[in-house]
């Protein structure tokens, strides 16, 4: 925090010491000292600090430093630091968590230059800086002539660290992550989240003594509000989610195989990458009644330049979960017969899983879209294919959510199956469980005229 608040005391002597000369002084309310071997270098010293005073500057309350010292110790630039930050996070982050930090880095950064002159191509910078400068991964392919340019232009154009402590400089970043390559405004979501990065680098700065504060909380900006809740517009029913998973299998002989994956997400409310996990063993299938999924893991496709082996998949533990947390799901009658029916036609994968892709691999997100593409046109009506209704797959999850709640199931068991927080859930299904006060209020009203309440 920079203050001009500040205190001198005279030079203390403490005889025996191997710098027996103390400076001392005060910044706001912390203390500061420096010890000297003579008195000729400790008034030196005062000189300079009452110097800086009469010049009106600020004085960083950590370090004790007036501001023009401070900021002739963080000479690096924000990108060096950008870069430092991201090769921080690495080794903790998913990597999806990488990916999306790499992606608002690589917006911002353009952004805190000194000027544009002589600017690569903008998607050339964009893709230098995302894919190579804030890509640690051992399996980066070198990078070509035209991104090693990139990369030389931003070094030499980025502002100083020191000047993120100007709420100006700090106003080109915001706008820059406001934005999207062609100019236009980005979405509510994107800004929000991009923005938390850099708070995030910015706050890192601190950390290192490279910033006195973070200066976004001095800067009038307020991101966007933001709507998580879900537009139900686009969900499918439970009709229409059933008429596409039967679309889905007459697709074609990789639809059928698809079938089963689809009906995980309608019927048991998986996210895609949960289901992709599902192995043989993880699952209960009787001949009559309700079965149970055991969802132990998700396998995101999120490219093999952000994982650390070099596969296109992750394996990683259930979203926002310890790595060895577990899930199990009740599935009912109709998915526990789709799932039967595709281990009976197509078996399974050498390692148990029940999906896979053509060539007996990882299933990738192109296959099962473009599948679903095709059965969004034959399940729909031509008004209903024009519009985002069932866009992605990933829709069918708020059907069975959505479902789950409508039935009258207790918010806190929906949650667990969902794999969500009862706080995320009531954020994304607001409406849903806002629409269930009147049942609550009969449940309540039925309670109070059986209860003997003069007793």
Not at 94 to 114: E, Y
Not at 235 to 249: E, F
Request: proline residues 6%; hydrophobic residues 40%; glycine residues 8%.
């Amino acid at each position: 925090m920079l203050t001009y608040d500040v205190r001198l005391y005279t030079i203390r002597q403490r005889p025996g010491r191997r710098l027996p000369f103390e400076l001392r002084w005060k910044v706001g309310s912390k203390p500061h000292s420096k010890s000297y071997a003579t008195k000729t270098l400790a008034t030196g010293r005062l000189a300079e600090i009452r110097t800086a005073m009469k010049n009106g500057e600020e004085f960083d309350q950590e370090s004790g430093l007036p501001v023009s010292e401070l900021r002739k110790q963080t000479e690096g630039t924000w990108y060096d630091h950008a870069v430092a930050h991201a090769k921080m996070k690495w080794s903790r982050s998913s990597a999806k968590a990488r990916a999306a930090r790499a992606d608002a880095l690589a917006t911002v950064t353009p952004g805190l230059v000194t000027d544009h002159r002589g600017a690569p191509n903008p998607r050339v910078l964009r893709q230098a800086l995302s894919c190579w400068a804030f890509n640690f991964s051992d399996h980066r392919p070198d990078p070509p002539e035209e991104v090693e340019a990139a990369l030389a232009w931003i070094a030499r154009k980025s502002v100083k660290i020191g000047q993120l402590a100007d709420s100006d400089t700090v106003r080109l970043g915001l706008e820059a992550l406001s934005h999207l390559l062609d100019g236009s405004v980005a979405a509510d979501n994107t800004i929000t989240r991009k923005r938390m990065v850099y708070n995030n680098a910015l706050q890192y700065a601190v950390e290192r003594r490279k910033l006195p504060a973070n200066p976004l909380q001095f800067v009038d900006w307020t991101p966007p509000e933001t709507d998580d809740e879900i537009d139900f517009r686009w969900v499918p029913s439970p009709q229409q989610g059933r008429a596409l998973i039967d679309a889905v299998g007459k697709v074609s002989p990789r639809g059928r195989h698809l079938k089963a994956f689809f009906g995980c997400i309608l019927y048991a409310a998986t996210r895609p990458s949960e289901a992709l996990d599902i192995r043989l063993s993880n699952c209960t299938l009787p001949d009559e009644g309700w079965g149970s999924l055991l969802l132990a893991g998700s396998s995101p496709g999120v490219g093999s330049r952000w994982t650390d082996d070099g596969e296109a998949h992750e394996e990683r533990g259930l979203k926002r979960r310890a790595r060895k947390a577990t899930r199990p799901v009740p599935i009912p009658p109709a998915l526990v017969r789709l799932l039967q029916e595709h281990i009976a036609e197509f078996g399974v994968a050498t390692d148990g899983r029940l999906f896979r892709a053509t060539e007996g691999g990882r299933l990738l997100s192109k296959e099962w879209s473009a599948v679903w593409k095709e059965a969004r046109r034959l399940a729909l009506t031509p008004e209903e294919a024009e519009t985002p209704i069932a866009g992605v797959p990933y829709s069918c999850r708020a059907t069975a959510v959505s479902g789950w709640l409508v039935a009258g199931v207790d918010p806190v068991e929906v949650a667990r199956r969902a794999g969500h927080s009862v706080a995320v859930l009531l954020r994304f299904y607001a409406k849903i469980v806002a629409g269930r006060e009147d049942h609550a209020n009969a449940l309540i009203e039925r309670f109070l005229g059986g209860a003997d309440l003069e007793k």
